[in-house]
């Protein structure tokens, strides 16, 4: 099957009530572990690449490696998404080189630490609608920042990350404002904040409710019931994977994740695409420690980068199965992005998802 974009897949999870992880994928290992969990639990699957993968990958590597997925997949329906495009020109760079789907990011500048207004973020995601939605690439935006609400800290392990204290107001999505926003920007999915952050170190202790603050997804899920919500910074951090990375030498301090029933409570309140990607690399990063350890004297790479494979396989196929988009895979309906091109125009989406008639015309 070709590659799909975002909104059908998440529309027939909304219909059968699961989720489906968007994992992040540099390089060819990646993208073969999550095909072969994906045929392994015959789930649909969202493959996706942050600016700093795209850079590291060059686009036109990541492109074929995704037209080898699909052609020796031809089962499974992928989705090729842009994770936290920083600018309405990474998201239209990432359309071009063939991503079925897109993030724009406008929570913050296009610095990608700097927390912006709300009216920057409703104009550039608007912005990116008007484009994508002619090509049937459909769009995730983001209200809220990332970052701790045990520390108020935004996040700055990867790339893209708030710097510096965030307010309260910043760290947790305004439910009113998460209406407003999806009325006036079309998009089709909504990456909301609540406590969750990027990377491996996101809580102290096992969350509970005061720094994972779940409620407020249930909160945002009423208001827009037909908004299908992201979580971000949803990896759980197992403690087995940081335990073998220590055991063969590495130095991965005490921590704690996303507990996955917190996940699976906000998948029965409106949360459709959960985003994973420390936990692969965890389980990368563990396997090929110890494959060093294990035989100091081996130096051919498939020796230990078969082991990761297939430790990231591990992990995506539990993921795949926790979430319930395992078993999907054929179920899920083939929509050309040329029919959701002509769909998006024709408002079968809502009319806010219409492109503007009139180019850069603002819809209030
Ligand atoms: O956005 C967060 C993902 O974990 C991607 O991280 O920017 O280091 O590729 P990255
Ligand atoms: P983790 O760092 O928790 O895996 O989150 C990944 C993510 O949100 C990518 O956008
Ligand atoms: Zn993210």
């Given at each position: 099957m070709p590659l799909i974009a975002l909104r059908p897949l998440l529309d027939y999870a909304a219909a059968n009530n699961f989720g489906v992880a968007a994992l992040n994928v540099n390089n060819m290992e990646q993208i073969q572990a999550i095909m072969e969990a994906a045929r392994a639990t015959q789930s649909p699957a969202i493959i996706q690449a942050s600016r700093g993968a795209r850079k590291y990958t060059n686009d036109l590597f990541l492109r074929n490696l995704m037209q080898a997925a699909v052609e020796l997949y031809p089962e499974i329906p992928v989705v090729m998404h842009q994770d936290h495009g920083n600018s309405p020109e990474t998201c239209i760079s990432a359309i071009r080189m063939g991503f079925t789907s897109v993030m724009m990011?406008?929570?913050?500048e296009d610095d990608g630490k700097t927390p912006s207004s709300y009216e920057y973020n409703v104009a550039v995601t608007r912005e990116v609608v008007n484009v994508a939605h002619r090509f049937g690439v459909s769009v995730e935006g983001e209200l809220g920042v990332l970052g701790?609400?045990?520390?108020?800290m935004g996040e700055k392990e990867d790339g893209h990350g708030a710097e510096g204290k965030l307010t309260l107001d910043q760290l947790l999505t305004d439910p009113d404002q998460a209406v407003d926003f999806v009325n006036r920007t079309g998009i089709d999915a909504l990456a909301v904040a609540m406590g969750t952050s990027h990377g491996?170190?996101?809580?102290?202790?096992?969350?509970?409710?005061?720094?994972?603050?779940m409620s407020r997804i249930e909160e945002i899920h009423k208001k827009i019931p037909n908004c299908h919500l992201v979580m971000h910074g949803s990896s759980s951090v197992p403690k087995e994977l940081c335990d073998i990375i220590n055991a063969n030498g590495g130095r991965i301090k005490e921590t704690y994740g996303v507990p996955v029933e917190e996940i699976q409570r906000g998948i029965r309140a409106g949360v459709r695409k959960i985003n994973v990607d420390t936990d692969n690399r965890l389980a990368i990063t563990g396997a090929i420690r110890k494959a060093f350890f294990a035989k100091?004297?081996?130096?051919?790479?498939r020796y230990y980068l078969t082991p990761a494979r297939a430790a990231m396989q591990a992990i995506c196929e539990e993921r795949m199965k926790q979430f319930g988009q395992a078993g999907h895979a054929k179920k899920v309906p083939h929509v050309t992005l040329e029919q959701m091109a002509r769909d998006y125009t024709a408002g079968k989406f809502g009319e806010n998802a219409?492109?503007?008639?009139?180019?850069?015309a603002q819809k209030k």
């Amino acid at each position: 099957m070709p590659l799909i974009a975002l909104r059908p897949l998440l529309d027939y999870a909304a219909a059968n009530n699961f989720g489906v992880a968007a994992l992040n994928v540099n390089n060819m290992e990646q993208i073969q572990a999550i095909m072969e969990a994906a045929r392994a639990t015959q789930s649909p699957a969202i493959i996706q690449a942050s600016r700093g993968a795209r850079k590291y990958t060059n686009d036109l590597f990541l492109r074929n490696l995704m037209q080898a997925a699909v052609e020796l997949y031809p089962e499974i329906p992928v989705v090729m998404h842009q994770d936290h495009g920083n600018s309405p020109e990474t998201c239209i760079s990432a359309i071009r080189m063939g991503f079925t789907s897109v993030m724009m990011d406008g929570s913050l500048e296009d610095d990608g630490k700097t927390p912006s207004s709300y009216e920057y973020n409703v104009a550039v995601t608007r912005e990116v609608v008007n484009v994508a939605h002619r090509f049937g690439v459909s769009v995730e935006g983001e209200l809220g920042v990332l970052g701790s609400l045990e520390h108020g800290m935004g996040e700055k392990e990867d790339g893209h990350g708030a710097e510096g204290k965030l307010t309260l107001d910043q760290l947790l999505t305004d439910p009113d404002q998460a209406v407003d926003f999806v009325n006036r920007t079309g998009i089709d999915a909504l990456a909301v904040a609540m406590g969750t952050s990027h990377g491996a170190y996101k809580f102290s202790r096992k969350p509970s409710g005061d720094v994972l603050a779940m409620s407020r997804i249930e909160e945002i899920h009423k208001k827009i019931p037909n908004c299908h919500l992201v979580m971000h910074g949803s990896s759980s951090v197992p403690k087995e994977l940081c335990d073998i990375i220590n055991a063969n030498g590495g130095r991965i301090k005490e921590t704690y994740g996303v507990p996955v029933e917190e996940i699976q409570r906000g998948i029965r309140a409106g949360v459709r695409k959960i985003n994973v990607d420390t936990d692969n690399r965890l389980a990368i990063t563990g396997a090929i420690r110890k494959a060093f350890f294990a035989k100091p004297e081996e130096f051919d790479p498939r020796y230990y980068l078969t082991p990761a494979r297939a430790a990231m396989q591990a992990i995506c196929e539990e993921r795949m199965k926790q979430f319930g988009q395992a078993g999907h895979a054929k179920k899920v309906p083939h929509v050309t992005l040329e029919q959701m091109a002509r769909d998006y125009t024709a408002g079968k989406f809502g009319e806010n998802a219409r492109p503007d008639t009139v180019v850069g015309a603002q819809k209030k």
